[in-house]
Nanobody, 117 residues
Framework: QVQLVESGGGLVQPGGSLRLSCAAA????????MGWYRQAPGKQRELVAS????????NYADSVKGRFVIFRDNVKNTVFLQMNSLKPEDTDVYYC??????????WGQGTQVTVSS
């Protein structure tokens, strides 16, 4: 089983940038398509971005297209989310997991992103 640890969140002003990291401990990380998700209390989890196992195919939610970039380093078992031009509505707890949630790994603790002036 793969264990996930998200980091890199914080408080940033509108228009600012953050880079989130998701370190995966365990074997097989490079075999799986991965996704970054976000969820606020009382709201449904939203898929923000996804990346294929090899990293060549990426997809984004319309709300973040052109502002966020997902990429991965399969040697370091890490998937990243570069977040630019942040908006207050991007405020959420961000998680990573498999793109196929039907076979999700155990969820990590997430990392809080707060966009506020």
């Amino acid at each position: 089983q793969v264990q996930l640890v998200e980091s890199g969140g914080g408080l940033v002003q509108p228009g600012g940038s953050l880079r989130l990291s998701c370190a995966a401990a365990g074997t097989g990380f490079s075999l799986y398509a991965m996704g970054w998700y976000r969820q606020a209390p009382g709201k449904q989890r939203e898929l923000v971005a996804s990346i294929s196992s090899g990293g060549s195919i990426t997809n984004y939610a319309d709300s973040v297209k052109g502002r966020f970039v997902i990429f991965r380093d399969n040697v370091k078992n890490t998937v990243f989310l570069q977040m630019n031009s942040l908006k207050p509505e991007d405020t959420d707890v961000y998680y990573c997991n498999r793109y196929e949630l039907g076979r999700a790994f155990k969820w990590g603790q997430g990392t809080q992103v707060t966009v506020s002036s």
